[in-house]
């Protein structure tokens, strides 16, 4: 195990505990999906107006659709548990707990289709952990729908690191809270800035290709079967005029990681990288914006939040 110690992991799990993650020297990567699926039903494969929606015309303020497992204390780090029990019948919320091992809230098998639009009718998505990575983050990411990461362990005050958090600015595409702020989550959420919340999503269909695995050879080691030609075909049917993307994937990211190190490893000048990729979705929205037009805006968010932690604590 000693002599493990250096070595770079590749790894679906981020969180940032000495025997679980070192950020210093693994990789987060995302989980292979069904990313077929995903890809036909995103509102980024047709470039789709996403500038005209607004937040008000989303059916959801916040949806999650899951297992929660309330006799298993440690999945999500409590999150879901908490979430669930505290807002199970708020209005502006869609819960769903899919296992039905409580009585709370209805439990019943979401079909796939009914579960993409789910998440395209929510203006915030909860992505929280399980009992250890999740896929929740990278499916709102494909469907559109802003993440609402809450990932950390209150006890030992750590986090969970995303998928390449070296090349990628989650904070432009990704709203972050914590365990501390779920007391106020419909008011934080109800009250988090339109134009704050519009980057957000504009941002997601420039950098969603980089969290997705574009290539269709989800197929178990030694089981491929499908050639590459046949991979190729599947990907442009897939992507259509984005077939190129496959060459701004989570591939790419990988690789695109793994050179970084080794330049600044050798005191060389790092290769350039660009989160923002040419999909057409970005495109059609005019490219990346920054999140807050002046820190005057980010600073008054931050302190919505503080505000509401301490009001949490004092009650």
């Not at 992507?239 to 793994?258: C, I, K, P, Y």
């Amino acid at each position: 195990v000693r002599d493990l110690a250096k070595v770079t992991l590749v790894t679906q799990w981020g969180w940032k505990r000495p025997h679980i993650h070192h950020p210093e020297l693994d990789i987060v990567v995302p989980p292979m999906l069904k990313v077929d699926k995903l890809i036909r039903s995103s509102p980024f494969r047709d470039a789709q107006p996403i500038n005209e929606l607004q937040p008000s015309s989303y059916k959801y303020l916040l949806s999650f659709v899951g297992s929660v497992r309330f006799h298993t204390p440690g999945y999500s780090m409590g999150v879901r548990q908490k979430i669930f029990r505290k807002y199970n019948q708020t209005a502006s919320f869609f819960l769903r707990d899919l296992r039905g091992d409580s009585r709370q809230g209805v439990h019943k098998r979401m079909d796939p289709a009914e579960y993409l639009q789910v998440l395209k009718e929510s203006k915030f998505c909860l992505a929280p952990s399980g009992m250890g990575f999740s896929t929740r983050v990278y499916e709102a990411i494909a469907q559109g729908c802003v993440p609402l990461i809450i990932q950390d362990e209150p006890d030992s005050k750590t986090e969970v690191d995303q998928a390449f958090v070296e090349l990628l600015p989650w904070p432009t595409f990704s709203l972050r809270l914590m365990q501390a702020d779920i007391p106020n989550l419909p008011q934080l959420l109800d009250t988090f800035p339109d134009e704050a919340w519009h980057a957000l999503r504009r941002n997601l269909a420039c950098v969603w290709p980089r969290v997705l695995w574009l290539q269709p050879d989800n197929e178990a080691p030694g089981d491929q079967t499908v050639s590459a030609a046949t991979s190729k075909a599947e990907t442009i049917s897939m992507l259509g005029r984005d077939s190129a993307l496959s060459n701004f994937d989570a591939w790419e990211s990988v690789m695109h990681t793994l050179s970084r190190r080794v330049a600044k490893r050798r005191g060389q000048t790092l290769p350039p990288f660009e989160w923002e990729t040419p999909a057409s979705s970005c495109k059609a929205v005019g490219g990346s914006v920054a999140v807050w037009p002046s820190n005057a805006s980010r600073e008054r968010w931050e302190q919505t939040v503080s505000s509401a932690r301490l009001q949490a604590l004092s009650l």
